[in-house]
Antibody
Framework: QVQLMQSGPEVKRPGASVRVSCKTS????????ITWVRQAPGQGLEWMGW????????DYAEKFQERVTMTTDTSTTTGYMELRSLRADDTAVYFC???????????WGQGSLVTVSS | DIVMTQSPDSLALSLGERATINCKSS????????????LAWYQQKPGQPPKLLIY???TRESGVPDRFSGSGSGTDFTLTISSLQAEDVALYYC?????????FGPGTRVEIK
């Protein structure tokens, strides 16, 4: 069955970087993209971007363009999202999800809490 | 960016009642070449990731109970729960995947009265 398992919670200082991982299984990794979505405490869902494991093509939301890098490792079928220059308002649960570029998010990881605090 | 709005913000109904959630996009998300509406609905319960319920505006995801249905086209969409069950208490989000950034509605909270 399709599974996406994310890395554990992180606590970071303002200005630091965080990398969240998303280990996938149960499907052909290169056939689907990985989307990253975040959710601040008590808030709605915010799309951060998408990456194709097949060719590394990325599409980032303009809001994160300067601070985010999404990558994949096809040998381990894992996706990564790095967010730099963290601020307090980056405190959120970060989700990865499987999707086609022009598609919806079918399967989701469990979420990774990133807390930014001095 | 395509802005998604939802109404109401919340609703409280009795068990067995019909729940209707509306979603509106700031521009049409109907792709004329394939006549598909690029609209999905998700359910999210506390402490859990979103769960896909409906895609292409009206196609129910495998395993989703048939009391959930989606309708609409162009800019106006509806998620209907035909007979509200206790396990349907959750937040419901619409999302457009017509363009990037993909955008979500602000969510509608469904509760039992």
């Amino acid at each position: 069955q399709v599974q996406l398992m994310q890395s554990g919670p992180e606590v970071k200082r303002p200005g630091a970087s965080v990398r969240v991982s998303c280990k996938t299984s149960g499907y052909t990794f290169s056939s689907y993209g990985i989307t990253w979505v975040r959710q601040a405490p008590g808030q709605g869902l915010e799309w951060m971007g998408w990456i194709s494991p097949q060719n590394g093509k990325t599409d980032y939301a303009e809001k994160f363009q300067e601070r985010v890098t999404m990558t994949t490792d096809t040998s381990t079928t894992t996706g990564y999202m790095e967010l730099r220059s963290l601020r307090a308002d980056d405190t959120a649960v970060y989700f990865c999800a499987r999707s086609k570029y022009s598609g919806y998010e079918e399967y989701w990881g469990q979420g990774s809490l990133v807390t930014v605090s001095s | 960016d395509i802005v998604m709005t939802q109404s109401p913000d919340s609703l409280a109904l009795s068990l067995g009642e019909r729940a209707t959630i509306n979603c509106k996009s700031s521009q049409s998300i109907l792709y004329s070449s394939n006549n598909k509406n690029y609209l999905a609905w998700y359910q999210q319960k506390p402490g859990q990731p979103p769960k896909l319920l409906i895609y292409w505006a009206s196609t129910r995801e495998s395993g989703v109970p048939d009391r959930f249905s989606g309708s609409g086209s162009g800019t106006d969409f509806t998620l209907t729960i035909s007979s509200l069950q206790a396990e349907d208490v959750a937040l419901y989000y619409c999302q457009q995947y017509f363009g990037t950034p993909r955008t979500f509605g602000p969510g509608t909270r469904v509760e039992i009265k």
